[in-house]
């Protein structure tokens, strides 16, 4: 069973940048998709990201397109969400997701009910 663990979660100034990360334990992340996700205070947790598993074919919310990246780092069996030009809208927990049974993004990517294995988030606080 795949267990995941987020970290790289901060308190970074507006315009400020974050490496999140995403290491995975107990299976290989190679050929399954990975997404993330985040959930702000009060609000429903939304889809930021996700990279498939294959070809590496990513997808990306509007807000984070141009600002945000998502990556895989096989090496080291994670996945990296590097996240530039903050804004305090973008405070929340993050956290990555799996679905574990075959490479290709959910369609749509964005709902969590097809993420089956999920970590348990790291805090990002933008604020000046």
């Known amino acids: 069973q795949v267990q995941l663990v987020e970290s790289g979660g901060a308190l970074v100034q507006p315009g400020g940048s974050l490496r999140l990360s995403c290491v995975a334990s107990g299976s290989s992340l190679d050929s399954v998709a990975i997404g993330w996700f985040r959930q702000a205070p009060g609000r429903e947790r939304e889809g930021v990201s996700c990279i498939r598993g294959n070809d590496g074919r990513t997808y990306l919310a509007e807000t984070a397109k141009g600002r945000f990246t998502i990556s895989r780092d096989n090496a080291k069996n994670a996945v990296h969400l590097l996240m530039s030009n903050l804004g305090p809208e973008d405070t929340a927990v993050y956290y990555c997701?799996?679905?574990?049974?075959?490479?290709?993004?959910?369609?749509?990517?964005?709902?969590?009910?097809?993420?089956?294995?999920w970590g348990q988030g790291t805090q990002v606080t933008v604020s000046s």
């Open positions: 997701a799996v679905k574990s049974y075959g490479p290709g993004c959910p369609a749509p990517w964005n709902v969590q009910r097809w993420y089956d294995i």
